[in-house]
């Protein structure tokens, strides 16, 4: 199988490529009940969950809005809700 040009990007690249204007939904982080298991930050797969001085945030520049993180929270620490456009 031959991989076209803009098939894949180079590695390390992602920085260059914000996705957040894919989004129709937003994870809204619940510090309050979260219980710091990073399970969130591990499974975004655009890295756009990080711990920030003990608080997770998301980085909603890079964020598509896949739901991965509500969905794996095993405590409902992350509430998806609809962007207005």
């Not at 620490?77 to 456009?85: D, L, N, Q, V, Y």
Request: aromatic share 8%; proline share 2%; net charge negative.
């Amino acid at each position: 199988m031959k991989i076209t040009l803009g098939g894949v990007v180079r590695g390390g690249a992602s920085l260059a490529y914000k996705t957040g204007t894919w989004r129709d939904q937003k994870p809204i982080i619940d510090n309050e009940l979260c219980k710091r298991c990073n399970v969130c930050e591990e499974v975004c797969p655009d890295n756009a969950i990080h711990d920030v001085n003990g608080a997770y945030i998301v980085d909603y520049d890079y964020c598509k809005g896949c739901g991965l993180c509500a969905y794996e929270c095993h405590v409902n620490a992350i509430e998806m809700i609809f962007e207005a456009k």
